[in-house]
């Protein structure tokens, strides 16, 4: 891969694969932890991962999450409960750069076609990589307003909402991850605030999680409602 901070190391070596499946169940037992981020999970034999997780899922009275840092397409039936959305990414970011917003759903049901059942997707508008590397939200998306806008489709569109750190306080500058840098959570206090409203009405909504999407196409805006139980969310 030529990646210079992580060591390669040899699926193909079944003592290897005992001592990585060993330090996982590790952390779930020392640590308590709720599951894993796998990073670069395209670049690790689906097998192996079919063995992880196999082995870590009959561990008693656990429930696990398991996120795929990746798009390969045997991830989500190697025991994978998430992947990365790539693909509505790069639709919501092309749409606020100039592109028909209905570039949007485009991208979304491109993404969803290749999730079986039961499985589902991490959206996002900035992640480790796009704000370290690219541009921050408040960069890609003209300014505040516009990443509250972006946020907003992408937490009540579908998927599982992710929100980067940094991003509800409206950093501009750029976010490294191999240099300390610190996030200053006192800053723009009314995106903060904006957030605080979305995100609880989120979780309290059964309508708004898991409704059936409902869209109305339009190069200009993107407008949607989600419908479940007879409650609406616009």
Same mark, same amino acid.
């Given at each position: 891969?030529?990646?210079?901070?992580?060591?390669?190391?040899?699926?193909?070596?079944?003592?290897?694969?005992?001592?990585? /499946?060993?330090?996982?169940?590790?952390? /779930?037992?020392?640590?308590?932890?709720?599951?894993?981020?796998?990073?670069?999970?395209?670049?690790?034999?689906?097998?192996?991962? +079919?063995?992880?997780?196999?082995?870590?899922?009959?561990?008693?009275?656990?429930?696990?999450?398991?996120?795929?840092?990746? %798009?390969?397409?045997?991830?989500?039936?190697? *025991?994978?409960?998430?992947?990365?959305?790539?693909?509505?990414?790069? *639709?919501?970011?092309?749409?606020?750069? *100039?592109?028909?917003?209905?570039?949007?759903?485009?991208?979304?049901?491109?993404?969803?076609?290749?999730?079986?059942?039961?499985?589902?997707?991490?959206?996002?508008?900035?992640?480790?990589?796009?704000?370290?590397?690219?541009?921050?939200?408040?960069?890609?998306?003209?300014?505040?307003? *516009?990443?509250?806008?972006?946020?907003?489709?992408?937490?009540?569109?579908?998927?599982?909402?992710?929100?980067?750190? +940094?991003?509800?306080?409206?950093?501009?500058?750029?976010?490294?991850?191999? +240099?300390?840098?610190?996030?200053?959570? +006192? =800053? %723009?206090?009314?995106?903060?605030?904006?957030?605080?409203?979305?995100?609880?009405?989120?979780?309290?909504?059964?309508? =708004?999680?898991?409704?059936?999407?409902?869209?109305?196409?339009?190069?200009?805006?993107?407008?949607?409602?989600?419908?479940?139980?007879?409650?609406?969310?616009?």
């Amino acid at each position: 891969t030529n990646f210079q901070d992580v060591a390669e190391l040899d699926y193909s070596n079944n003592e290897m694969r005992t001592a990585m /499946i060993d330090a996982m169940e590790y952390w /779930i037992y020392e640590a308590n932890v709720d599951g894993y981020r796998c990073d670069y999970a395209n670049g690790v034999p689906g097998d192996f991962w +079919s063995q992880a997780w196999s082995q870590l899922d009959a561990i008693p009275n656990r429930k696990l999450i398991k996120l795929a840092e990746g %798009n390969r397409a045997d991830l989500l039936t190697s *025991g994978f409960d998430m992947n990365f959305g790539f693909e509505f990414y790069g *639709g919501i970011t092309s749409a606020f750069e *100039g592109q028909p917003a209905i570039k949007i759903y485009e991208a979304a049901a491109q993404e969803n076609s290749n999730v079986p059942a039961g499985k589902t997707t991490l959206r996002y508008t900035t992640n480790h990589d796009e704000s370290a590397f690219n541009k921050t939200p408040i960069q890609l998306y003209g300014g505040k307003q *516009g990443a509250l806008s972006a946020s907003a489709i992408t937490i009540f569109m579908d998927g599982v909402p992710m929100i980067y750190s +940094s991003q509800e306080v409206g950093r501009s500058s750029n976010l490294p991850f191999f +240099s300390n840098s610190t996030i200053d959570f +006192s =800053a %723009n206090p009314e995106m903060l605030d904006t957030y605080q409203k979305m995100m609880p009405f989120y979780t309290s909504s059964n309508a =708004a999680r898991s409704g059936t999407l409902q869209l109305y196409p339009d190069n200009d805006v993107a407008v949607f409602k989600k419908v479940l139980n007879g409650d609406e969310v616009l």
